[in-house]
C-alpha cells in the first residue's frame, strides 16, 4: 500500500524534480534526454502556464520499472500476466493497469469525504480528472458533456451524470420518471442508447495487454482465444464495469406495513448511508460521526492517486488512475498505444498533456502498432506536446477554458445543497445549466435526486469537521450553521432522524450558553464580511455583457427551465469572457443573539427538533398513552400547600438522596423502548441534557431580572430534563451531577426569593403557569422516558411563607449532597463554598423568620403573663437554625457571616429576655434573674462574634456592628437594673456597682465606634454619636442619683461630683454634634441646672451659692442655641404651611426641614427651663440682696441685681399669659438668654 490520506508527497510542475526508480532493463529506451526544468512554471509554445501538483494520497507501489516491447510482438495475444495480481503493482494492480476512463457517480463524494479540511475553503474544485479533462475540451470537440455539479462553500464538486445508464434503470424500476421526460422534450427527440462497437471492445483489449506486457515482457503469450470467448469475457468485463446508481431512498416496506413494530437492533433506516455512534465524552463536541462502512455504494475514494493540482489560480482536488512507469534515466513516464495509421489529433494531444500536467510525468512514451503489431517507440517531453505535428493547441487558450467554465459555474451554482446539471448535447455549441433540486421539487417526490443523500453527508461532514477543529475561531460559527441548515433542508424527515437529529444537536452546540453578556463584536465579527459565513440563499447578480454573454433564459423553448446559458462554446476561448460575479455573501451569518433568552430559545429549538427525530425514530408509540404535544401538562399547583409541608419534604428529599445513591446499581430502562447504546439512545441524552442547561440559563437570567415566577418555571423544565436524563443515563458523570448541583441551587435562590418577595405573589403565580408550545412538546418527549416527578417538591410554587424558605434550604442541602457523590466536593472546592454559604444564608433567614414570629406572639400577649410554649417552641427552632447555619459558615471559614449569625443570636437571647420581663406587675416589677440569664446569653454570643472576626481589618462594618449591639445590650441591661433594681434579692450598692459596671462596657464599645467617626458628619454615623451622649448622660445621672442618696465617705462624693459633670459635659458635646436631637440637648442641660442646684442647697456661705448659681445661670444662656434652633424649624413649619396652598415649586426648604420636633416634648420642657430660670433668678435676687444689705454692694452686681429683677419681671408675666404660642414663648426665652447674657458681660 501506498502514503496513507494526509501525507503529501511534494511534485513541482510538469517539469519537476524525478523520483528515483530502479534502473531500465536491456530493452529499455535509449537516447539523451535533458534534465526536467526545475519549478512549477512551464513554457510551452511561447505561452506561460502555471502548474503544481502534490500528491495528497497513492495507494500505488513506487513505478515500476516498463520493458520496451521488441518490434512485431503481437499484442493481440496476451500475456501470462494478463488479468492477474502483480507482486510488483500490490492490490491497486488491476486499477492502475485496467485504464478505465468511466467516471463513476459519486467519484467526487469520496475524495472529498477523505480530505474534508480541503472542502469550502481552500480548493475551487474535486473531481475525477476524466471529467477535467472533458471540460477543458469542449471548445474542440462535438461530443456530448453531462455533469453533475454540487457546491459547499468555495468548492464545486463535479461528477459524471451518465444520464443513458440512468435512463436504463429507469426504465426497470420505474424511478426518475421525470428527469426522463424533461430529457426527452429538452432534446426534442426519441432517447436511444448507443451501443459500444466492436473496434472499442478490440482496442480496450490491447491496451490492457500492452500495459501488462510492459511490466512483464519476458514472459510468453498465450494463444488467443477464439472470437466468442472473447466477446464473453469482454461483455462480462462491460459489466463489470457498469456504473452502479443508488436506488432512490424510500422506507423499507416492513415499516410501512407494520409501523408499530420496533426497528431497534435491526438495519438502520437509511439505505447504505449509515450514521456512526454518538461520541459519549461529554468535555468534547459530542458530534455524530460516519463509520467506514458508509463508504459503499459509489461514495468510496478508489483512485490510485488523489492529488492537489494548482492550474494557474485554480485549486482542484484530483483523482487519477493513469497508469506511471519508470526506470533507469526515465523514472517517471506514462505510456500511450497509438495506431500507427492514425495521427494524433487535438484532442488526444490535450488529453496526454493534461494526464502528465495532473500527474506531474515529465515524459511520455508512445509505443506505435499496426493492427496489434508493434512497431517502434517515440518518447516526448511534456512541454513538446502542444507543439506535434496534427496536434498543435494553445496552452493559454486551454488556461483561459478552465478560468471561463469556472467562473460560469461558481456564478450560476450558486444554492449549496442543490444538484446542478451542465448539460452539452452531441454536436451542439450550447452548453446548459439546470437546477435539478428545483426541477426535482416540482415532482411528486421531491426526494428523487440520486445526489441528495451524499450532498447532505459531505455537508454534514464539513460541519462536524469544523466543530471538532480546537483552535476554529467563532468567526466560522456562521459556515457550519448555513452547512448544517442546508444539510436538514435535504434530507425527509422520516427517511433520515439519524442525521437530522445529529446536525440539530450541532446547531444548538453552536450558541455558547455560558458565554459572557458583553458585546464581543470587536473580538470576531458576527456579521461582518467574513468569506467563511456564506449564504444559503444568494442573489444571483445581474447579466453583464461585460462579463459574459449567458443568461437564465434564451429564445429557445425549452430554454427556460436552464439556470444559465452558454450559447457558443467558442466564447469558452475568450480570455476572462466570464468572470465570477458571485460573492460568498455573509447574509447567512451566525445570528447575533440581543439577549441570553434569544440565545437559549434558538438552542431549544433545534434541541427539540432532534428530539422530535429521536421519537420518530422509536416505533413503540402503541405502548405509550395517547398525549397531545398541543395540550399543556398541568404542573399540579395548588392554593394551599398542605402536601409539601416540612414533614412531606424530609420524605421527599429522602427518597432523592436513596435514588442518587443507589444510582450506579440501578438499572434505568426507557419507558419508549431505547435500547441502551443505541444512536436514539446516545443522542436523546445529549439533547435532553442540551435543553436542560438552556432552561438553566433562562432560569438564571429570569431570576437576575426578577422574574421569580419564570424562573421557577424554567429551573423545573431544567431538572425535568435532568430527571430523564437520569433514567436513561447508564452511568452518571461527574460533569452532569455537577449541573444538578448548579440546578439545585439556583432553584434554591429562587424558592428565596420568592419567600423574600410575597407581595407580588400573583404575577409570579402567572409567570409560573404560562407555558409555551415549544416547552410543551419537549415536556411530551420527556414524558415518553420519565414520569419527571422526582424533583417536584423543589419546584412547586407555594403560597406558604415558611414552607417557601424550607424548600430553599432542602434544595440548597440537596445540593451538598449531590456534591459528596464522586468526589465532588475536592474537585470543585468553589462550588462546594457557594453552596455551604447559600445553605448558612437560608438557615439565617429561616431563623430570622422565627424569631420574628415569636417577637410578634410576644406583643399580641394580653392576659397571660407568662411565656407560652408556642414562643418556646419558636425560640427553639430558631435558635437551632442560626446554630446549624453558623456550622455551616465555619466549615468553609467564613468568619464575617458566622458573625453575623452569631449577632442575630444574640438578639434572639435578647427577645427571650424581654419576653420575662412581664412576669411581675406594673409597679411592684423587679429585673428578674431570667432577664440577667439571656441578657448574659446574649453578651456572650456578641463577644463570640468579635472572637469569630479576630480583629477589625477582616470586616471592619461587622465589627462596627457587633460593637454597637455589645454597647445597647449593656445599656438596656444596665437601664433595666436601675429602673427595676431588684431590691428583694441584691443591696442597693451592689445593684449600683453593677449598673456602673454594665454602663462603663456599653460605653467602652460605644467609644471605640464613636473614635472612628469622630470627623464625620455623614448621617449613617450620626447615630453613633446619639447613642454615646445617651450613655454618658445615663451615666452622670447614676452618679447624681448616688449623690443624692449617699450619706458620709466625702471622698467617694467628691469622686461622684467630679464625674457628674465629666460625663455631663460631654453628654453635652456629642449632643451638640446632632442636628436632629434638640430635646435630648436641652433635657442634658437641665438635668445639669439641677445637679447645681442639688449643690447649691448643700452650700452654706452666700459666696459659693452665689458662684453655684452664676455657674447655673451660665448653663442656661448656653441653651439659647437649642432654642433658636427650635424657634427655626418652627418658623419653617408656619411657612411651609401657608406656602401649601400656592404652587408646590416655591415650597420653602429649609436646611434642617426634615428634622421634624415633637411639640408635646419641647412645651413639657420648656415649662421645666421657664420654672428653673424662674428660681435661679429669684435665688440669684435674694443672694444679690442679702449681700448687699451685709456688704453693701458695688456697681457692677447692683446692675447684675437690676437687670435680674428685670428679666424675672418679664419672665413672670409671660409665665403668667395663657394665650401665648409656642413659638411666642420660645421667642420670650430667646429675648430673655439675650438680657441674660447681657448682664452677665457687663
Not at 508493434?374 to 496536434?391: A, C, F, G, H, W
Not at 445529549?686 to 422574574?707: F, G, T
Not at 467630679?1058 to 436631637?1077: E, N
Request: aromatic share 8%; glycine share 6%.
Amino acid at each position: 500500500m501506498g502514503d496513507s490520506p494526509g501525507a503529501e508527497v511534494g511534485l513541482s510542475g510538469a517539469g519537476g524534480s524525478e523520483p528515483v526508480t530502479p534502473e531500465l532493463g536491456p530493452a529499455s529506451l535509449t537516447g539523451e534526454r535533458e534534465d526536467p526544468k526545475q519549478g512549477s512554471i512551464l513554457f510551452l509554445g511561447g505561452n506561460e502556464v502555471k502548474s503544481s501538483a502534490v500528491v495528497k494520497y497513492s495507494s500505488a507501489p513506487p513505478q515500476p520499472a516498463f520493458a520496451r516491447l521488441q518490434e512485431k510482438t503481437d499484442l493481440k495475444l496476451p500475456p501470462a500476466n494478463w488479468l492477474r495480481e502483480s507482486a510488483k503493482l500490490g492490490p491497486a494492480g488491476a486499477t492502475i493497469l485496467g485504464n478505465s476512463k468511466k467516471s463513476k457517480p459519486f467519484s467526487s463524494f469520496g475524495m472529498a469525504y477523505d480530505f474534508i479540511d480541503s472542502i469550502g475553503n481552500d480548493v475551487d474544485v474535486v473531481s475525477d480528472s476524466e471529467n477535467i479533462k472533458k471540460l477543458l475540451k469542449i471548445p474542440y470537440s462535438k461530443s456530448h458533456v453531462s455533469m453533475a455539479v454540487h457546491r459547499i462553500g468555495r468548492t464545486l464538486l463535479l461528477d459524471d451524470l451518465d444520464i443513458q445508464e440512468l435512463f436504463m434503470r429507469s426504465s426497470q424500476t420505474g424511478d426518475w420518471t421525470w428527469l426522463k421526460e424533461f430529457y426527452q422534450r429538452l432534446i426534442d427527440q426519441k432517447w436511444q442508447r448507443k451501443k459500444k462497437s466492436k473496434e472499442h471492445w478490440y482496442q480496450k483489449a490491447i491496451l490492457s495487454k500492452f500495459l501488462y506486457y510492459s511490466i512483464n515482457g519476458d514472459e510468453a503469450a498465450h494463444p488467443v482465444p477464439n472470437p466468442e470467448e472473447q466477446h464473453e469475457e469482454e461483455a462480462a468485463e462491460d459489466e463489470a464495469g457498469r456504473v452502479s446508481w443508488p436506488a432512490p431512498f424510500e422506507m423499507p416496506s416492513s415499516l410501512s406495513e407494520d409501523p408499530s413494530a420496533s426497528n431497534q437492533g435491526s438495519v438502520p433506516l437509511e439505505p447504505s448511508y449509515v450514521v456512526g455512534h454518538v461520541a459519549s465524552a461529554p468535555k468534547e463536541q459530542n458530534l455524530t460521526l460516519f463509520s467506514a462502512g458508509e463508504s459503499s455504494q459509489g461514495l468510496k475514494n478508489d483512485f490510485v492517486r488523489n492529488i492537489l493540482w494548482t492550474f494557474e489560480d485554480i485549486h482542484m482536488l484530483v483523482g487519477s488512475n493513469m497508469p506511471i512507469f519508470g526506470g533507469g534515466r526515465y523514472p517517471a513516464v506514462s505510456l500511450r498505444l497509438r495506431d500507427n495509421n492514425k495521427p494524433i489529433n487535438v484532442l488526444t494531444g490535450i488529453d496526454y498533456w493534461l494526464d502528465n500536467l495532473i500527474c506531474n510525468v515529465p515524459e511520455l512514451v508512445m509505443c506505435f502498432h499496426v493492427n496489434g503489431i508493434v512497431q517502434k517507440y517515440e518518447m516526448i517531453k511534456t512541454e513538446d506536446i502542444p507543439n506535434l505535428e496534427n496536434s498543435n493547441f494553445s496552452t493559454k487558450v486551454i488556461k483561459d477554458i478552465a478560468q471561463n467554465i469556472l467562473s460560469f459555474l461558481k456564478s450560476n451554482c450558486t444554492k449549496e445543497g442543490h444538484t446542478y446539471w451542465l448539460f452539452k448535447a452531441s454536436g451542439s455549441d450550447i452548453v446548459k445549466l439546470y437546477d435539478l433540486t428545483t426541477l426535482c421539487e416540482e415532482t411528486e417526490d421531491k426526494y428523487q435526486n440520486p445526489f441528495t443523500m451524499p450532498v447532505a453527508i459531505l455537508l454534514y461532514k464539513v460541519a462536524c469537521n469544523m466543530m471538532l477543529k480546537k483552535n476554529q475561531n467563532r468567526k466560522h460559527y456562521g459556515t457550519i450553521r448555513t452547512l448544517l441548515l442546508n444539510c436538514v433542508k435535504l434530507l425527509d424527515k422520516g427517511r433520515h432522524p439519524q442525521i437530522i437529529a445529529s446536525a440539530n444537536y450541532m446547531l444548538s452546540e453552536l450558541f455558547q450558553l455560558d458565554e459572557p453578556k458583553k458585546d464581543e463584536a470587536g473580538e470576531f465579527p458576527l456579521n461582518g464580511n467574513s468569506d467563511e459565513s456564506y449564504s444559503e440563499e444568494e442573489e444571483e447578480m445581474p447579466d453583464s455583457d461585460e462579463n459574459g454573454s449567458y443568461s437564465t433564459s434564451s429564445d429557445p423553448p425549452d430554454d427556460s427551465k436552464a439556470v444559465a446559458v452558454i450559447k457558443s462554446v467558442g466564447e469558452l476561448s475568450v480570455p476572462e469572457k466570464y468572470k465570477s460575479t458571485h460573492q460568498i455573501r455573509p447574509s447567512c451569518a451566525f445570528p447575533v443573539c440581543h439577549d441570553t433568552e434569544e440565545r437559549c430559545r434558538l438552542v431549544l429549538s433545534y434541541a427539540l427538533e432532534g428530539l422530535k427525530s429521536v421519537d420518530r425514530s422509536i416505533k413503540k408509540e402503541s405502548d405509550l398513552p395517547a398525549a397531545d404535544p398541543s395540550t399543556p401538562i398541568p404542573l399540579k399547583y395548588e392554593d394551599e400547600s398542605t402536601s409539601v409541608g416540612p414533614e412531606c419534604l424530609e420524605k421527599q428529599m429522602a427518597l432523592f438522596l436513596d435514588k442518587m445513591g443507589l444510582f450506579r446499581e440501578v438499572k434505568h430502562s426507557s419507558q419508549s423502548g431505547m435500547i441502551p447504546g443505541s444512536w436514539q439512545h446516545k443522542m436523546k441524552l445529549q439533547l435532553i441534557l442540551k435543553s436542560s442547561k438552556a432552561y438553566y440559563v433562562l432560569s438564571d437570567a429570569a431570576l437576575s431580572l426578577q422574574k421569580y415566577g419564570r424562573a421557577l418555571r424554567y429551573i423545573k423544565l431544567a431538572l425535568q430534563c435532568h430527571d430523564t436524563y437520569c433514567c436513561l443515563s447508564t452511568n452518571m458523570l461527574s460533569e452532569v451531577l455537577l449541573f444538578l448541583c448548579q440546578c439545585l441551587s439556583l432553584c434554591g435562590d429562587i424558592q428565596l426569593m420568592l419567600a423574600q418577595n410575597a407581595n407580588n405573589r400573583a404575577a409570579y403565580l402567572e409567570e409560573y403557569n404560562y407555558q409555551t408550545k415549544e416547552d410543551q412538546e419537549i415536556l411530551h418527549s420527556l414524558h415518553r422516558e420519565s414520569s419527571c416527578q422526582v424533583f417536584s417538591w423543589a419546584t412547586d410554587l407555594s403560597t406558604d411563607l415558611e414552607c417557601q424558605l424550607s424548600i430553599s434550604c432542602k434544595c440548597y442541602e440537596a445540593a451538598n449532597e449531590t456534591l459528596l457523590f464522586s468526589n465532588l466536593k475536592q474537585h470543585n472546592p468553589e462550588q462546594y463554598i457557594q453552596v455551604m454559604k447559600r445553605t448558612g444564608n437560608v438557615r439565617n433567614e429561616i431563623g430570622v423568620f422565627y424569631m420574628n414570629q415569636a417577637a410578634v406572639l410576644q406583643t399580641e400577649r394580653v392576659e397571660s403573663r407568662t411565656v407560652s410554649s408556642a414562643e418556646q417552641q419558636l425560640w427553639k427552632k430558631s435558635f437551632s437554625c442560626f446554630e446549624k447555619g453558623i456550622q455551616n459558615f465555619e466549615s468553609i471559614d467564613d468568619a464575617t457571616n458566622a458573625a453575623l449569625l452569631l449577632c442575630n443570636m444574640g438578639r434572639l437571647m435578647r427577645i427571650c429576655a424581654h419576653a420575662h420581663c412581664a412576669s411581675g406587675g406594673d409597679f411592684k416589677r423587679e429585673f428578674s434573674p431570667e432577664e440577667a440569664l439571656y441578657y448574659n446569653k446574649a453578651i456572650d454570643y456578641y463577644l463570640k462574634a468579635l472572637r469569630s472576626l479576630g480583629k477589625r481589618e477582616v470586616h471592619s462594618a461587622v465589627w462596627d456592628s457587633v460593637n454597637w449591639e455589645l454597647s445597647t445590650t449593656y445599656f438596656t441591661m444596665a437601664t433595666l437594673l436601675q429602673d427595676y433594681a431588684p431590691l428583694s434579692r441584691k443591696a442597693q450598692e451592689q445593684i449600683e456597682k453593677e449598673v456602673s459596671e454594665s454602663m462603663m462596657k456599653s460605653l467602652k464599645y460605644s467609644r471605640d465606634n464613636v473614635r472612628r467617626y469622630l470627623l464625620t458628619t455623614t448621617i449613617p454615623y450620626m447615630h453613633q454619636y446619639g447613642r454615646h451622649a445617651t450613655i454618658l448622660q445615663a451615666l452622670a445621672s447614676m452618679y447624681h442619683s448616688c449623690l443624692r442618696n449617699q450619706v458620709g465617705d466625702e471622698h467617694q462624693r467628691k469622686q461622684h461630683r467630679i464625674l457628674v459633670d465629666l460625663h455631663y459635659g460631654k453628654a453635652v458635646r456629642f449632643f451638640q454634634l446632632l442636628k436632629d436631637a434638640p430635646c435630648e440637648l436641652l433635657r442634658v442641660q437641665l438635668e445639669r441646672i439641677a445637679f447645681a442646684e442639688f449643690q447649691m442647697a448643700s452650700q452654706n456661705s452666700s459666696s459659693g451659692k452665689l458662684k453655684t448659681l452664676h455657674g447655673a445661670l451660665d448653663i442656661m444662656i448656653q441653651t439659647h442655641s437649642v432654642f433658636h434652633f427650635m424657634r427655626k424649624e418652627l418658623v419653617g413649619e408656619c411657612e411651609q404651611g401657608l406656602e401649601d396652598g400656592k404652587s408646590n415649586a416655591e415650597k420653602i426648604s429649609t436646611e434642617n426641614s426634615s428634622v421634624s420636633l415633637n411639640k408635646e416634648e419641647v412645651s413639657k420642657l420648656l415649662s421645666i427651663f421657664e420654672s428653673r430660670l424662674s428660681f435661679l433668678l429669684l435665688q440669684s435676687i435674694k443672694l444679690l440682696t442679702s449681700t448687699k444689705k451685709k456688704m453693701g454692694g458695688n456697681i457692677e452686681e447692683e446692675d447684675i441685681l437690676k437687670a435680674n429683677k428685670n428679666i424675672y419681671s418679664l419672665l413672670l408675666r409671660s409665665v403668667a399669659n395663657k394665650n401665648l404660642t409656642l413659638l411666642e414663648r420660645i421667642e420670650v426665652i430667646l429675648n430673655l438668654l439675650e438680657q441674660l447674657t447681657q448682664g452677665s458681660e457687663g
